[in-house]
């Protein structure tokens, strides 16, 4: 049997506008643009995920703070609510001459077109960081965050010095503060509270978070540490 294909039907009378991504950027868009165009155009969402996740609720994961559920919903009934077609896809390439987005199972013409896909993440570019191939667990997509807790419940049961940071192009370094925090409370809770932790980061200064510091942030970290 072929695979089942999507094809927006051509001569539409109203403007195609096709979103490529449906993480904040790409949902928020496709919401924000249903507010102002109501039904004047016909609105495409396309992911190759089923499901939205709240990226910053991922450093609860780990340690079991959080579940999948907790941090995901599913995307397909929540644009279907609001008048905006879904289409669960992987877009391969994008034909400019031609306005058409090339997914794995069709084509999606278009006459507007927004890119929200999001970063990449790029673990090669270091050698040995990663949780696929490298020595370093993530808590940048669920996924990711799984594994950690599945590495967390096998460190507890032979606790050693644990480091926590993010490396120099990495795009949140907040993330990192924050998940050290939760490191030394959790293994304080679980009577490790003598572990050494070590915070590696290639900020400028302490409190930067990649955006230059926020209002006396780097004071205030400096005091935590």
Not at 30 to 47: K, M, N, P, S, Y
Not at 61 to 75: C, Q, Y
């Amino acid at each position: 049997m072929a695979p089942a294909t999507h094809r927006t039907p051509a001569g539409s009378p109203r403007p195609r506008v096709v979103v490529l991504g449906s993480s904040f950027g790409g949902l928020t868009g496709a919401l924000e643009l249903r507010e102002h165009l109501g039904d004047r155009a016909e609105i495409t969402v396309v992911d190759q995920r089923d499901h939205f996740t709240f990226i910053p609720s991922l450093i609860w994961v780990p340690f079991g703070i959080r579940s999948a559920e907790d941090v995901t919903f599913p995307l397909a009934p929540m644009y279907e609510k609001r008048g905006i077609r879904f289409v669960h896809d992987r877009v391969e390439r994008v034909d400019l001459a031609s306005r058409t987005v090339v997914a794995s199972r069709g084509e999606l013409p278009y006459d507007r077109l927004l890119v929200a896909t999001g970063p990449k993440l790029d673990f090669a570019a270091i050698p040995g960081i990663g949780p696929e191939g490298g020595h370093t667990q993530s808590v940048c997509n669920l996924e990711h965050a799984l594994a950690a807790g599945e590495a967390w419940q096998r460190f507890l049961e032979a606790p050693g010095p644990v480091v926590v940071g993010t490396a120099q192009g990495g795009s949140c370094f907040g993330a990192s503060y924050e998940f050290l925090l939760n490191v030394k409370h959790r293994l304080r809770k679980a009577g490790h509270g003598d572990v050494p932790v070590t915070f590696v980061t290639s900020e400028p200064f302490l409190g930067h978070f990649g955006l230059g510091g926020v209002g006396d942030s780097e004071e205030r970290v400096q005091k935590l540490f």
